[in-house]
């Protein structure tokens, strides 16, 4: 058969006949509660293309008809490119930020002080009076005693520190400097023990006069170890009671070191007098 004879034969055959027809898709509806009770719906798939029958074929119009069973009320959707309104937006503060803790000044260190405080008439007591001397006995002063010409050594060359009086053989004053508790108790009241001078007293009974060590020593300062060793505090101090002498003289006894190193008891008593006295 001819081209234009098939041509013409199939123009006649499906004439009004459209041979595919495109269906549009039905909106499919939102569905936002079901109720328990009602029942399921059931919708039936969207028509699908159908292709046309012949002009002999009658197609049903039931056929083709979907069924929808009634759905809840759905919420209409909302426009698509409209923004949500902001007139009930409510705008809620971001919280407050925790205040920062106050800033406190660095401390200021104390300026250092002195290695040992000089003591004054406000540290320490005056010694009290001399009680009456015995018949033939006089009390000595700061400027003449009846004890002058009793001699004494001395290890040190510092005449302005701390004068430390002791009784000892010549032997063992040579190893004084040397010996470990000594040295303890200097350290202990931040001194060595070049910063003192060592006064041994040489005569076995009779003390050294304040007037005779002031002609080569200037120290105002006394530590005495041991009784009866310096002329003006014989008779006006007590051991680990520290005291000033006619104003100017700081003296503090205590016992023979040979007696400290091995008594715990003597050794807390003078180290509380030392501190009156040195740390004050």
């Known amino acids: 058969m001819a081209t234009a004879d098939s ?9 009004d006949v459209s041979l595919y027809v495109v269906a549009e898709p039905a909106p499919v509806p939102v569905v936002t509660a079901v ?10 798939p969207a028509t699908a ?11 049903p119009r039931a056929a083709v008809t979907p069924v ?10 909302a426009t698509p490119g409209k923004l949500p309104s902001l007139a009930n937006l409510v705008l809620t503060p971001p919280p407050a930020a925790p205040a920062p803790p106050p800033i406190q000044a660095a401390p200021v260190a104390p300026e250092p002080g002195p290695l040992f405080s ?15 001397s015995q018949p033939g006995r006089i009390q000595p002063t700061p400027t003449q005693s009846p004890v002058a010409h009793i001699p004494f ?31 303890n108790i200097l350290k202990a009241i931040r001194l060595v023990i070049e910063d003192v001078v060592l006064v041994n007293v040489e005569h076995e009974k009779f003390p050294v006069a304040l007037c005779t060590l002031r002609k080569t020593l200037a120290a105002k300062q006394f530590l005495a170890f041991g009784k009866n060793l310096l002329d ?10 520290p005291v000033l002498l006619y104003g100017d003289t700081a003296f503090l006894g205590a016992s023979e070191i040979k007696m400290l190193e091995y008594d715990a008891g003597r050794k807390k008593q003078l180290w509380q007098a030392m501190q009156r006295m040195f740390l004050a």
């Open 7 to 15: 041509l013409a034969f199939f123009q006649n055959f499906y004439t």
């Open 35 to 44: 109720p328990v009770a009602a029942p399921v719906a059931t919708v039936a």
């Open 49 to 59: 293309p159908v292709l046309a029958a012949p002009a002999s074929v009658e197609v």
């Open 68 to 77: 929808v069973a009634p759905l809840a009320a759905a919420e209409p959707a």
């Open 118 to 132: 000089v003591p004054t008439l406000a540290d320490l007591p005056a010694a009290p009076n001399a009680p009456a």
């Open 153 to 183: 050594a001395t290890l040190g060359s510092n005449p302005n520190g701390l004068l430390i009086l002791v009784r000892l053989p010549a032997e063992e004053f040579r190893k004084l400097p040397r010996n470990v508790f000594l040295n």
């Open 232 to 241: 003006v505090a014989v008779y006006t101090t007590q051991p680990y009671e």
